[in-house]
Structures are given as C-alpha cells and as structure tokens.
C-alpha cells in the first residue's frame, strides 16, 4: 500500500518532523519508504495507491500505561463520595483498591476479558496499536497469572500488540494487612516465577508509596526481575517522594511513572539512566491533585516524556489517549508536540520498543489517518476523535 498527499507527522527529530507533502510505501507489516512525495523512489511508484487528501497521518498511538483487565467497577464509590462520604465511610461500605481486588478474584477468565474489551475498543477507536497491560488486582498468584492470561488474549481477540506487566507489588491485601514483607516473600515473589515460566510477563512493575510498598520491598522484586532478564519500571512519586525515582534508575528501568513530586535529584538520576517519565493525568484529574510532574525539569535533563491514560477503576477511569494528550497539555504545560511524542515515540520508549511509534523504514506499518490538517489539533480540542482510518501491520 502507498499513502500519498498526507501530512506526515514522521516523530523523527525535532518537534513533529513533519513532512507537508509526504508519501508512505508499506510492504507486508513494515514501512519500506516515508519521505516527501517529489522524492519517492520509482520501484514504489506502481503500488495501490491511496490519496489523503492532505490530512494529518501519525504513527498509531500506544498507551504504554494501563490497568485495562479488571473486575467490577467503582462507579457507586464515585457518587458515595460526592454524596460527602469520607473516606473510611467508603472503605466500610467495601469500596476502594480492595473492592477491585474482590472483584476481580471473584471474576473467571472469559468474564474478565469481556468487561476489559470495551475498554479496549474505546482506545482502538482512536487508533492505539499498542497496549500495555498490567496485572495487581488478583494480588494472589492465580488471581495475577489470570489478569496476565487475559491480557495475551485481548492481543489475540482485537488488532493490538499487547506487552503484558507483572504488578504484584500493587497493594497488601487484606489477608496480609500490616505484613508487606510477608507479602513480598510469600505472594509476589513465587506469583512473578510463576507468570515467567507460563511467558505471560514482558515487564516487572511496583507501587512504590506509604500506601503500598516501601523501596527496600520494591528493590526485592527488582532483584528476582533483574534474576530473570525482565526490565522493570516503577509506579514512582505520585502522592509523595520515597525516592522510587532513583531507585527505578538504579535497575535501568525503563520508565518511572506518575512522578509528580519527583525532585531535580530524582530527575537527573533518570536522565543518567535512560529511564523514559510517564505522565498520567488522568490520575491526577481524578484524584485532584495539585503538585504538577516537573515537567520543565524533565525537560531540560532530556528525560523523553511519555502520556498514558492509566486505565484503572480508581484512580483513573479514563479510556482517552486524545483527552490525556489535551490533560498534558492544559494541566501540566506540555506541548502539543510533546503530547504526541508521549504517545507515541516515547511511549515506545517506556516499553523498550524502537520499532513502531515512528513514520521511518523498517518500523512497522502501525499509522494513523486523522481528519485534521495539523497536529496541534490533535492536543487542541476536547471529547472529539478525528480519526478518519486506522492502519494496522501495513492492512486498512
Ligand atoms: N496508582 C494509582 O493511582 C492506582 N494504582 C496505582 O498504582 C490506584 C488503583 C486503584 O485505586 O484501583
Ligand atoms: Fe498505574
């Protein structure tokens, strides 16, 4: 296929690395030539065409942070709180991380996965090619091998490439309430051995916060991961500063997430490290925080930032790549062409990906065709998706 008069939002580069009159030659799931349409090679120039007409075309989106397979929901906690029930009045009533963790253990595989895929569909609305998927509601180890089960196979039911993360460390169940370390050693420890030998585990993550674990435990998790070849991130400074940070950029790790009171030390230590930042601000919203990521900081150290929605029935019941790119840019001052590249050129980054997320040869032939003549509008506007066609392995 051959798409011709597009807009080309490239994310090679500076900024967009925009091509006004660009062509893209796709053969079989990869790109074989992006660039200006006057200097397209002859050998492509007999391929089925498809004109665009001049609209925008940007690599397919990939939201590199999410909790999409879960059980039950938390909608009833919403109205109760905005109803002015404080927060012990709705932990007593069951709500709350453990009324998910309930539900979701409660919940058998094909259940599971038919109250993710609208979810799902909602983000394959806008084109995402690439989702990542995290377990820590069953946070016992058939419940986690079950999460992770379903999350292989929402890749095989939908056209996405799903890279699946094991969240042990999330919370302490209520069986194991007032014992972390116990939990560590006993649960999350044998559950992470258990997934790997099963293959269903790309990435080892962790809830480092006085709500859920400390470093030390989260260093013990990245120990077994580092034991077994799995690179890591971290849910990392997102209500206070434990110095998750700097520990995810002690392992390498590949992203620290949430970082809204990251400090200048943490992000030297990942611009050190290479490690990619993931703003949610979908959780930010929800929660309504007020200490924004450093967004300036992050910037100027070179630290790629990445946006994700954060799929999650607490915090984050978001399902809008389009809304968290607006949210980065209204809430915390980003641009709207950092928004893009944060999902999409460095969204591939936090998931160790180099092949898509881009418009070059050799990445795979994952685009998207928006209605919209410029990519600011992609960030600009609120609650409304342009998508005109989604392009997946290279096939309409
Ligand atoms: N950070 C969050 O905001 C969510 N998990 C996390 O690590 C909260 C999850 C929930 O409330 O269900
Ligand atoms: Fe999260």
Redesign the pocket.
């Known amino acids: 296929m051959l798409l011709t008069q597009a807009t080309l939002a490239t994310m090679e580069g500076e900024g967009y690395g925009l091509v006004p009159d660009g062509a893209v030659a796709m053969e079989g799931e990869r790109i074989a030539w992006a660039g200006p349409s006057a200097d397209l090679p002859a050998r492509f120039a007999a391929m089925e065409r498809r004109e665009m007409g001049g609209r925008l075309v940007t690599p397919a989106f990939i939201d590199c942070h999410t909790?999409i397979v879960s059980g039950g929901d938390r909608a009833r906690e919403f109205e109760m709180r905005l109803e002015g029930a404080s927060y012990e009045e709705v932990a007593r009533a069951g709500g709350?991380?453990v009324s998910?963790v309930r539900a979701t253990r409660e919940a058998d595989e094909e259940s599971l996965l038919a109250q993710a895929l609208p979810r799902v569909d909602a983000l394959l609305a806008e084109g995402v090619a690439v989702l990542e998927i995290k377990s820590g509601y069953g946070l016992d180890t058939d419940t986690e091998l079950r999460m992770l089960r379903v999350a292989r196979r929402i890749g095989q039911e939908r056209p996405v490439r799903v890279l699946t993360t094991f969240l042990g460390a999330?919370a302490v169940p209520p069986e194991y309430e007032g014992r972390p370390d116990a939990y560590i050693d006993e649960v999350c420890i044998p559950a992470l051995r258990a997934a790997q030998a099963e293959g269903l585990v790309d990435a080892v993550d962790g809830?480092c916060e006085g709500i859920?674990f400390q470093p030390d435990q989260i260093a013990r998790v990245f120990d077994v991961a580092r034991e077994l070849g799995l690179p890591v991130k971290l849910?990392a400074e997102?209500l206070s500063n434990l110095g998750g940070a700097k520990l995810a950029a002690r392992y390498g790790a590949l992203s620290a997430d949430?970082i809204e009171y990251l400090d200048e030390d943490g992000v030297e230590a990942m611009a050190r490290a290479g490690t990619t930042a993931v703003i949610l601000p979908g959780?930010f919203y929800t929660l309504r925080e007020t200490q924004a990521p450093p967004i300036e900081s992050l910037r100027r150290h070179g630290v790629p930032m990445a946006l994700a929605t954060?799929v999650?029935?607490?915090?984050?019941p978001l399902t809008s790549l389009l809304l968290a790119m607006n949210m980065g840019c209204t809430l915390f001052r980003m641009t709207p062409a950092e928004a893009l590249a944060g999902v999409t050129v460095n969204a591939a980054r936090a998931l160790g990906l180099s092949d898509t997320g881009r418009i070059a040869e050799g990445c795979r032939a994952d685009l998207s065709v928006w209605n919209v003549a410029q990519p600011a509008e992609l960030s600009y506007r609120i609650g409304f998706n342009p998508l005109h066609a989604r392009i997946y392995g290279g096939r309409a």
């Open positions: 909790h709350g991380i998910t999330h809830f859920a849910h997102q949430h959780a954060d999650n029935p607490g915090s984050s």
